[in-house]
């Protein structure tokens, strides 16, 4: 309870609204009664009554797209790539700094703000093209990468709503 009342005062610290659980089914409880007032779960993988893991997959049955960072000291039980695969959008190694947390929270909801982000990227030089679709598509966006600017006009041309962002050198 000690760290759960830590990470809560550096989050609101930085200006977020926090709910804390110290109980894994209480949390998941709380977060039912009204998923769409969530923007981000942050979870410990070792807790009373349900793992990190579970409370994740039961989260992620209701709100498919809730960004979730897990936080651990055990990592012969979970590493970043199998936490990637039961859909944590961040894994994160205990013992957590005050930095470490406010990059994280940062970066899992500002990705999930621009996730599934449509975007046209003209650049005449290639590589610039390839790097910058590299990227953004780690950020979840969709994106169409061109090497030439009437092409991009004219795939613009033809289809205007197809690009929520368009991004080009001069």
């Known amino acids: 309870e000690a760290l759960v009342e830590l990470e809560k005062r550096i989050l609101e610290g930085l200006g977020y609204s926090v709910t804390s659980f110290s109980i894994s089914r ?8 009204n998923p769409d007032i969530f923007d981000l779960v942050v979870t410990d993988m070792i807790m009373p009554q349900m793992t990190g893991a579970d409370l994740s997959r039961a989260i992620l049955l209701t709100r498919s797209d809730m960004p979730i960072i897990l936080c651990t000291g055990f ?20 013992p957590i700094t005050k930095t470490s947390l406010a990059f994280s929270v940062r ?6 703000l621009i996730s599934g982000t449509k975007v046209l990227l003209v650049d005449d030089v290639e590589f610039n093209v390839e790097l910058g679709r590299h990227l953004l598509e780690e950020l979840g966006c969709e994106v169409v ?18 690009f929520d962002i368009i991004i080009t050198d001069q």
């Open 145 to 162: 990468g061109l090497q030439s600017g009437l092409e991009a006009l004219d795939l613009f041309r033809d289809e205007p709503n197809n």
């Open 107 to 112: 970066e899992v909801l500002d990705c999930a």
């Open 75 to 94: 990592s012969e039980l979970i590493d970043e790539e199998k936490a990637k695969t039961l859909g944590f959008k961040k894994f994160v190694m205990k």
């Open 26 to 33: 209480d949390a998941l409880a709380e977060f039912n009664k």
